[in-house]
């Protein structure tokens, strides 16, 4: 079933109450650097120190600046010692981007891999405009891409959550992971949060180079999305699955193909932790039955739900 559907069960496509809702939960939230460090599995050190420092002035040199920010050039001009004064940034912007393609749309336990996605960027939303910062979105599908460009206020944070809830895209062509992140290199300023919210099928080199190119310049967290079947097959049975179209019986009785499944998807999970360690992005798994406010906040239990 398509996200964009909006039927009365939640597990399977989220509402606009649901994320406008969320404002509570997220005010405990801090996306700093340090946070995400604290939070995430695998190493992780950010490119950035907190808010950025912004070039204000040059002023004379004053007894106690710090020499480290000596303006040299204006010094050798004019021949007296000149300080470079910085003022600190009061927004950065943050980019969600959001993954909405057809094997999102799936979970035996918890909420659709889409709705938990869903949650997860209206949390980080709400918690960046509480922090005064600019908050801007890309949600992606099989129907194409929608992206939203960042700006401050509630106004901007309803029409993002509207857009979750209800995605409209202008063009409708498909995407694959790598075209939408290509689309989201050319649309996320150097400088920004960004946070990348899928379940990662289809991560090619292709997908690969783009991420290195974003993380260059800008703070990337991957969330990856995943149901509890994704990473071990259930004992011994026989289990049906179906999207209202097709049906699949699923025989679970050969140790061996559970044993060699299991092993795949840690095998992926190895894979993205690599990329992760190789371009300095920090990586938070997420369950479909864990709690998105949970994951966020390391302090907070991570209990299944």
């Not at 992606?140 to 929608?146: H, K, N, P, V």
């Not at 795949?264 to 993205?272: N, S, T, V």
Request: glycine residues 6%; positive net charge.
């Amino acid at each position: 079933m398509s996200p964009a559907a909006a039927p009365d069960n939640e597990r399977i496509a989220v509402s606009l109450k649901t994320l406008v809702d969320l404002a509570k939960p997220a005010a405990a939230l801090n996306l700093r650097p340090t946070q995400i460090r604290a939070a995430q599995s695998g190493n992780y050190l950010s490119h950035f120190k907190g808010r950025g420092m912004a070039f204000a002035e040059t002023r004379l040199y004053q007894p106690g600046d710090d020499v480290r920010r000596m303006d040299w050039r204006v010094t050798a001009r004019t021949g007296k010692p000149h300080s470079k004064i910085f003022c600190e940034e009061r927004e950065r912007p943050l980019f969600i981007s959001v993954d909405y393609r057809s094997s999102m749309a799936f979970a035996t336990r918890g909420v659709f891999k889409s709705v938990q996605a869903a949650k997860l960027a209206a949390l980080l939303a709400w918690a960046a405009q509480q922090q005064g910062d600019r908050v801007g979105g890309q949600i992606f599908s099989d129907a194409g891409c929608l992206e939203l460009k960042p700006r401050t206020g509630k106004a901007a944070l309803l029409r993002f959550f509207d857009a979750l809830a209800h995605p409209v895209y202008p063009s409708p062509h498909g995407n694959t992971l790598a075209s939408a992140l290509a689309r989201l290199q050319h649309h996320a300023h150097p400088g920004s949060r960004i946070y990348i919210i899928s379940d990662f099928r289809g991560l090619d080199q292709a997908a690969e180079n783009h991420l290195a190119l974003i993380a260059r310049h800008c703070e990337v967290v991957l969330l990856q999305i995943f149901d509890p079947l994704e990473s071990r097959l259930p004992e011994n049975g026989r289990y049906r699955f179906t999207d209202k179209i097709r049906d699949i019986v699923l025989d679970t009785g050969e140790i061996r193909q559970r044993q060699a499944y299991h092993q795949r998807f840690h095998e992926r999970q190895l894979h993205l932790k690599k990329i992760c360690q190789k371009l300095r992005m920090a990586l938070l798994p997420c369950a479909t039955n864990q709690s998105p406010a949970g994951i966020l906040s390391p302090g907070r239990s991570r209990g299944m739900g």
